[in-house]
């Protein structure tokens, strides 16, 4: 628990990223009032984990952080985790929550490492891959020989998610669209579905939903229309910028704008 704690108040990059497990809360309610996020985490969770059977199925989570959706669908679905995640503190945090809840290896099995383009091939098979904002770090967090500016980033993107179509039946995809969070972006905001989906669909998966927040006000994500080249994003418009900007200058709403635009993307292979 103190070890939780120390995590919860320690500040690291990617760190407070994510909310805490709702069996986590439940077992230790002191810890709600660390739990929060402007992430959403709850309604990712929500949208996709009600679009594939997870029960009985082996999953694996790349970049897990402390590991908000492999214990919701370890204790809620029934599925088998399997982690990778580089950063220690995060891996620590998920031990300690894992003996807090008393949760075998065999139900979420760690390990403390980066998923590069060179080590998918020594990944084991799985029914589902979870890939959620990760990508867009490659060339800073991992990579870095592969993908030194902007440029080099789709090709090798293209790679990464062909290679993992080798591995995974099934895979839940988010991405962030500034390349490493602060450099340029890799699109128009208005093109962030079609972007998305010419990427997914070059890397040969074949894509079965998309799920995006439909309104600022009510943060839920609903299956929105993906095909063709003028596929439309619900919130990407001036007005609900300048609303959501003002919102959050004001302090009436803390929601991120820029991470409510991010589709998240069920594909199979
Ligand atoms: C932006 S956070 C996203 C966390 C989580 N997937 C989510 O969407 O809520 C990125 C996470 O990926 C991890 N990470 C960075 N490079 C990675 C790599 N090569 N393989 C796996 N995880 C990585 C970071 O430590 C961090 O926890």
Known sequence: ???????????TKHGLYQM???????????????SFTGRFDDKRFDWFSNKLDFDGKKV????????YFSFRLSSEKNALLTIYEPHQPHIKAIESIKSVLKIPDKKINCVNQGVGLDDIKNLPEQDIVLLFNVLQHAGEDYDKK??????QWRDYTVKYLRALRGKAENMVFQMGYSWLGHEDNFCNDKDIIPFTVSLLQDAGWKI?????????FNTY?????????KAKHPIINQFDWFISR????????????????????????
């Open 246 to 269: 003002t919102m959050n200058k004001l302090k009436i709403l803390k929601k991120d704008y820029l991470f409510m635009q991010r589709p998240v993307f069920i594909c199979h292979r």
């Open 208 to 216: 079965k939903h998309c799920g995006v927040i439909g309104n600022v």
């Open 60 to 67: 694996m989570d790349i970049g897990a952080n402390i590991g």
């Open 146 to 151: 592969y993908v030194k500016e902007i440029s």
């Open 1 to 11: 628990m103190e070890e939780i704690k120390a995590y919860l108040l320690s500040q």
């Open 221 to 229: 994500y609903i299956d929105c229309a993906f095909a063709g080249p």
């Open 20 to 34: 805490l497990p709702p069996s986590l809360i439940a077992k230790v309610p002191e810890l709600e009032k660390f």
